[in-house]
Structure formats: structure tokens, C-alpha cells
């Protein structure tokens, strides 16, 4: 307690029988609620309260407890004997130190501390109150607030806090707090391009792109008042269709566009582009949307088009939104201001975007620098190693994604649906890498071929490579084999394979797919002991809805046998919660163990094997040249050489 009883026996004795309190480490208040008050108590207090030095030293709890006091006196005689007058002249004495926790306190608990507003009726119409709904909002609580406050009184009027107050409601729509504080943006900013897009994706995204409605759809919890709020953002953004179509391109970024590769962006930005016009404020509206509302696995997509978004005369509005309250957004604004205004002076800046086809490939490794600047394979290109990951890795997820949907297609039909679409997007890599070392006069020549082909039912468990020489050679077993042939300056390094053996997780019951996917692979014992006695060089893919952060896990056959035969029920499975854990991701594998040749059996027998007889030769899967960027010398050969 600050009051002192010496100083101000009054509030002391007020504030020693309510005991106001703050949880340590929150914001929040308690106060006890007074029942009766004695008014010559109050009139006391208030002769106290007109001291510089009782002004200068309550805190937010001893304030709140004496306009509780302030308040039930008046409900009591009629008459507060001037406390309010003298509690408000001490807010005022210290501008914005009290008045949002003490806001608080009358909001939280079910408006349970009400009454103290009625000692300062201007609190609800301040930005102090839209701080104290933000924080009970983020404490959890704001349950049934909107009983207690006077809606319509509510007004933001700086952005920022808007930009606060929005991502910390947005869940708490039984409590309309996103429609009541999208209708306080509009009141104290009007309805500006920002205030349209963001209360389209924050409350109302049936306004998004084409509607037939006209009016809103009255929701459950609606209230009278909330209703109205929600028709008058109706009657203002229905007729604005830009600002509608922009948002429909936004909220696809989480939806029709989740899953989507690199290849979308350019379409991505001619329809926005094509959205937004010439409307300068609608198109700052978006690039801030873009950066603060996109999913984290569209964040490159997000990012590449607010760069072509950006105009010369956006660098102010960029910078401002460097200062971005959400700290995650405002780096990424820095992002955006290096690369399209070249603000960078560090080393370890990441690359200025360009309109070449390398620029578009380095939005898909992300805008983050590069992490080691040196390369992890024999590539001898760290960003070229990079561009592959990233791209197996947009199919990886894809697969992943889509798994629920096609878990009973088959190991071989998933396979070929996974590889085929690998190919186009490593093929549209591998052009795109030829042409800008083409274009840049790239000196080194680096090319690998990686093919693959499905082992046909018919060959699988035929006899297979024996390099040991065992009596009884060991069948073929394989679902996929891959060969990697790879060249340095134009010398063959060798060619080698690895063998795949694909297992599935299976539905718990195929006539009841509601129960779920079950919790193991099944496997075949001698399957796995034919792939180990074959070659070092084989693994089993595992095809489900993803594992920890492998949406297509791999592992290495000799490890699969060692975990299914010493740490699962059967040789037969192989539990998903051991798979995880012990395996790679199909991109990571593949760009550094496959590519990086750290697997791979040279033995031509197996080689052979792997790349069929007439009629099953394997399809090329990438092509890609080591692209030197920097250096501008020497030149590629063409395609045709």
C-alpha cells in the first residue's frame, strides 16, 4: 500500500479494509467490491485526494478500489461528495500511467468492477480502453465484456493499435470483440482501404471475392448492436470490389494456394496487380496483408509478390512498417525494403531480387540468409544445393498434405504420382539453372541425370545382384531405383544406384475410414533381408501424412530391420513414433545423400539391374548445370551438345 496513514488516514482506512491487489507477473487487478459506504468517509478521502503528494503516489490498484468506492456511494446516497471529479483531475495529473489497468479492471471478470467507469465516463471512448481489452483479450479475460461496455463509444484512432488490437481478438468472435473493433477502426479512421481489407480478413470473410448476399448473415451470439456494426461494414465494402478481390487473393494464400509450388507466382501477382489498379492505398493495404496474414508455408510466395507489388514511392510506407507492433512482421518488412529499395549494407545480406529466373528461384529457399555460404556436397554450389532442396522439399509437403485423401491408392500408385510431378518441377529447375548460367557465362559444367523407374510386380522377387557370391542369390526387391550419373568438368564420376522400397501407412479399417490411419508400417521380413543383402545403398520410403518435420520420411534399410527386429512387437512393423525420429527428409536425403553421392552403388551389376531392359528404360528425372553466378566467365555447352 502506497498511502500513507499519517498523510491520508481516509484512503488508508478505505484501501486497508478492500485490500487491492496485483497478480504477480499480470497485469490484473483484484479489488473487494464495497457494499456500504459512509459519505462523510468519501468527502474525507476526496480533501485527500487534492494533495500533490496523494496524487503523485497511488497506484493503478488504490485508484481503481477508491472509484469503486466513488461508485457505490453515489448508487447509495446520490452523491459521490465530488470523488469522481477529484479521482479523474488525478488521471489527468498523470497522463497514460493508470488508465489502462485500471480500464482492465473494469472489463475483466465479467464486467464485475463495472461501476468504476462511472467515475470516468470519457475511459470508454480513449485508446487506454483499447490497450485494456487488448491485454484481457491476450490474459483470457474478455468473456462477456461487451455487456458491461458501451460499444458504440469505443473508438481507435491510431493504426498501430489497431494493428494490435485485431490479431488479439480475431479467436474471440462469441464475444464479437473483431466486429466491435473493426466498427471502432472505422469510427476513428474511417473506412480507409486498410480498415476495408483487414476487417474482411479479420470478421467478415463472406465479403471475400464474389458473394450473392447482401446483407450479412445474422451469426448465433449476434446482438442487436453487434448486428448493426456488422451491416454497416456491409454497406460500405460490398461496393468496393477491389478491396474484395484482394482479399480473396489474400485468404487463398491459406487456402486454394496452401500447397502450391513456385510455378503459381507469376499468375499470383498479375491477379493482384490486376485487383488493386491504381489504388496506392489498397495496394500498401495488401503488401501489409501479404506480410502479416500469410501462413508460414506460403511466406516465399507472400513475400516474392509484395515485391512486385512495391513502387518507388512506397519507401516511406515501407520503412514505417519495419516498425511493424508485431516484431515477425516488421523483419520481414525489412526484407522487402532491402530488396526492392537496396537498403542492405551487411556482407551477409540475402541476394537482391531480380526479374531473372534465378531471382524467382531464390524466393523458394526463403528470403533468410544463407546460413553457410560454403556448399555440402561436391555440387560446389551452396545455392544451387539449396534451390534443390527447396524444391523436392514444395512436393514433399504437397505429398504430405494430400496423403488422407489417397493412403489407398497403393505404395506404387503414390510413388508414381509423387515422382512424376518431382520430375516437372526439377525440370523446370534444371531449365531455368541452364538458362542463367547462359545468360551469366557460367564456366563450369556440371550436369546430373537422375532417373527412376517403378520395378514392375512381375520382375519384383526375381533374383537379384549377389556381390557376395551366396549360394542362394537374394531376390530382387525394389520399388523404385534410382540412378544418379553424374559429370565434373565433363568427366564421368561413375554411375550409381540406390534401391527404394516404399511402405504405406494403411487405414486401422479400409470399410471405415472415420477410425484413422493406423499407428505402424507393415513389413516384410525377407523383403529387407534381400534389399540388405543387394547393396548398402537402399532405403525404405515411407509414404503417410508426414512425421515430425518429414512429410516423406526416409530410412535406411539396415536400420529399419535393426529398429522393427529389437525394438517392435514384429519383425512384421515397424511402429510411425520410431520412423520419425529416425529418419530424413525425402529433400534433405535426396539433395545431400543421393546428389551429394554419399549413397549410391557403383556396382554395375546393380547398376544394370537398376536401369531395366527394353521397354522399362528409366525417365530422366533432373538435369541441372552448377551455376557460378558471380565469376561471369567461361560459357555453357548447349543442351543439344
Known amino acids: 500500500m502506497t498511502a500513507d496513514v499519517e498523510t491520508c488516514p481516509a484512503i488508508w482506512s478505505i484501501l486497508y479494509r478492500h485490500e487491492p491487489s496485483r497478480e504477480i507477473g499480470r497485469r490484473k487487478i483484484t479489488i473487494k467490491r464495497p457494499n456500504l459506504v459512509d459519505l462523510k468517509l468519501v468527502d474525507q478521502v476526496v480533501r485527500e485526494l487534492n494533495l500533490p503528494e496523494v496524487m503523485a503516489q497511488l497506484d493503478a490498484a488504490e485508484v481503481a478500489t477508491l472509484a469503486a468506492v466513488a461508485a457505490t456511494a453515489k448508487k447509495q446516497h446520490g452523491d459521490d461528495a465530488g470523488a469522481s471529479n477529484a479521482l479523474q483531475a488525478l488521471l489527468k495529473s498523470r ?5 489502462v489497468d485500471i480500464a482492465l479492471v473494469a472489463i475483466a471478470d465479467y464486467g464485475v468492477n463495472r461501476d468504476i467507469l462511472r467515475a470516468f465516463p470519457e475511459m470508454t471512448q480513449s485508446s487506454a480502453m483499447i490497450e485494456a481489452i487488448i491485454e484481457a483479450a491476450t490474459q483470457g479475460l474478455l468473456a462477456g465484456w461487451h455487456r458491461y461496455v458501451e460499444l458504440n463509444a469505443l473508438v481507435v484512432r491510431d493504426l498501430n493499435q489497431a494493428r494490435r488490437a485485431f490479431p488479439a481478438v480475431e479467436r474471440l468472435t462469441r464475444d464479437f470483440a ?40 445474422r451469426r448465433g451470439p449476434d446482438t442487436e448492436e453487434t448486428f448493426a456494426m456488422r451491416r454497416a461494414a456491409w454497406d460500405v465494402i460490398l461496393p468496393d470490389g477491389s478491396v474484395r478481390e484482394v482479399a ?126 560454403y556448399p555440402k556436397t561436391w555440387i560446389g554450389d551452396r545455392l544451387v544445393e539449396l534451390l534443390i532442396e527447396q524444391t523436392v522439399a514444395g512436393e514433399e509437403r504437397r505429398f504430405a498434405e494430400e496423403y488422407s485423401d489417397h493412403s489407398e491408392e497403393g505404395e506404387e500408385g503414390l510413388l508414381r504420382s509423387f515422382f512424376s510431378r518431382l520430375e516437372s518441377r526439377l525440370g523446370d529447375l534444371g531449365d531455368g539453372l541452364r538458362a542463367t548460367a547462359s545468360a551469366t557465362g557460367a564456366a563450369r559444367n556440371t550436369s546430373i541425370d537422375l532417373k527412376y523407374r517403378p520395378v514392375d510386380k512381375s520382375e519384383e522377387g526375381k533374383p537379384g545382384v549377389n556381390p557376395k557370391g551366396d549360394a542362394e542369390p537374394p531376390g530382387f526387391s525394389a520399388d523404385l531405383c534410382l540412378i544418379v550419373d553424374p559429370y565434373l568438368e565433363d568427366r564421368s564420376l561413375g554411375k550409381r544406384a540406390t534401391l527404394i522400397q516404399a511402405k504405406r501407412l494403411r487405414l486401422k479399417d479400409p470399410t471405415q475410414s472415420d477410425k484413422g490411419l493406423a499407428s505402424s508400417f507393415k513389413l516384410d521380413p525377407l523383403q529387407m533381408t534381400d534389399l540388405i543383402r543387394q547393396t548398402g545403398s537402399s532405403f525404405y520410403l515411407f509414404q503417410c501424412p508426414g512425421l515430425l518435420d518429414r512429410g516423406v520420411p526416409m530410412v535406411a534399410t539396415q536400420l529399419v530391420e535393426d529398429l522393427a527386429r529389437h525394438h517392435a512387437a514384429s519383425a512384421a512393423q515397424i511402429p510411425a513414433h520410431l520412423v520419425g525420429p529416425a529418419s530424413r ?10 546428389l551429394g553421392l554419399r549413397t549410391g552403388d557403383p556396382l554395375a551389376e ?5 536401369e531395366g531392359g527394353a521397354g522399362r528404360r528409366p525417365r530422366p528425372l533432373a538435369k541441372f548445370g552448377t551455376v557460378e553466378i558471380v565469376l561471369r566467365v567461361g560459357d555453357l555447352k548447349s543442351k543439344d551438345d
Not at 532491402?338 to 534465378?358: D, M, Q, R
Open 95 to 99: 497522463p497514460g500511467e493508470l488508465d
Open 178 to 217: 473483431p466486429t466491435v473493433l473493426i466498427a471502432a477502426t472505422a469510427r476513428g479512421l474511417g473506412w480507409t482501404s486498410w480498415v476495408k481489407l483487414f476487417a474482411i480478413l479479420y470478421d467478415e470473410v463472406e465479403l471475400a471475392g464474389e458473394t450473392r448476399c447482401t446483407v450479412p448473415e
Open 248 to 373: 480473396q487473393l489474400i485468404l487463398d494464400l491459406d487456402g486454394a494456394l496452401s500447397a502450391s509450388g513456385p510455378d503459381v507466382r507469376a499468375v499470383y501477382v498479375q491477379r493482384l496487380r490486376k485487383a488493386i489498379g491504381g489504388d496506392a492505398d489498397l495496394r500498401r493495404a495488401a503488401v501489409e496483408a501479404l506480410l502479416s496474414r500469410c501462413p508460414p508455408r506460403q511466406h516465399d510466395l507472400a513475400l516474392f509478390a509484395a515485391t512486385r507489388l512495391v513502387e518507388p514511392d512506397d519507401e516511406a510506407f515501407v520503412k514505417a512498417l519495419t516498425e511493424h507492433p508485431d516484431r515477425e512482421v516488421g523483419y520481414r518488412a525489412d526484407k522487402l525494403r532491402h530488396a526492392v529499395f537496396g537498403k542492405s549494407t551487411s556482407e551477409e545480406a540475402w541476394p537482391t531480387p531480380s526479374v531473372s529466373t534465378i531471382a524467382r528461384g531464390l524466393f523458394s529457399i526463403g528470403l533468410d540468409p544463407i546460413p553457410s555460404k
Open 585 to 594: 527428409p525425402f529433400a534433405e536425403w535426396l539433395t545431400y545423400m543421393v
Open 606 to 610: 546393380l547398376v544394370a539391374k537398376a
